[in-house]
């Protein structure tokens, strides 16, 4: 755990965040309002854009003393105004364990704002339908979730993936940051994993797609009248949508299940024994 002190004496403004809040490093806690800190950002803005360089390292190191972020110190952000009031930020991702509760309170330098809780490592053994968790990679970040504590989640990344094609699921290792009263060994927990983006692929319907033991393989239509069974080499097989890597061009039909029921295995071979000779 760590204290929040105040660097500067002031009035708090607005308290942004509440106990029991997790917050990223960086994240404003609450905004405070000092007479000095507003006039002397200004100036300081003004002789960088001057290039005045000696007032301006005078200036800068007077906002360092108060607390001032390198975020507001950059001051290019012209998307995000920058504020009037001193942000009080997040020294380091964690729950906050306290945080004062008057907004009319009057502080002092030393004086305790919040306090933050640094978080534990966790290791967490999860496992996904393996066409769902196709794409997930080591590295991928992600949020962690259990059941005792619906509503909130922590951070964390993937740190192993076994990928199982041959069966239904795939096991991921999943590093979550956590304060230690979290988890424990046999609790139930679930992960959302960004995946991230990739380059425009083919794919069809996951539906569309037929397993038999050597190989996988889409029904596509030739014509009004014709069909014909396709070998295809699969890539990212999702949810929804499978990546056909093989055997396909963009704009061919292909037939979903919802249109061709398949009801046994010698149906299949026989199918695509006639499909191959027509």
Sequence with gaps: ?????????????????????????????????????????????????????????????????????????????????????????????????WVMADTTSTVSTGSRLAQITAPALAEVDLRSYSRIARGVKVGNRGRLGVAHMPGRNWPGRVVEVTHNRAGFYSSLRFHVEVTPDVLEPGAFAGAYVDAGGGDKVLRVPADAVIYDEASTRVIRQVDDEKFEAVEVKLGFEGHQWTEIIAGLRQGDYVVTRGQFLIDSEATLQSGFKRLSRQ
């Design 1 to 97: 755990q760590q204290d929040v002190l105040s660097k500067v004496s002031g009035r708090v403004q607005e308290i942004v965040v509440k106990t029991g809040q997790w917050v990223e490093q960086d994240e404003v806690l609450m905004l405070v309002d000092v007479a000095a800190y507003y006039p002397t950002l200004e100036r300081y803005l003004d002789a960088m854009e001057a290039a005045q360089l000696e007032q301006a390292l005078t200036l800068r190191k007077r906002l360092l003393a108060m607390g001032v972020s390198d975020e507001v110190l950059a001051g290019y952000d012209q998307d995000k105004p920058l504020s009037k009031y001193l942000e009080i930020i997040a020294p380091f991702s964690g729950e906050v364990s």
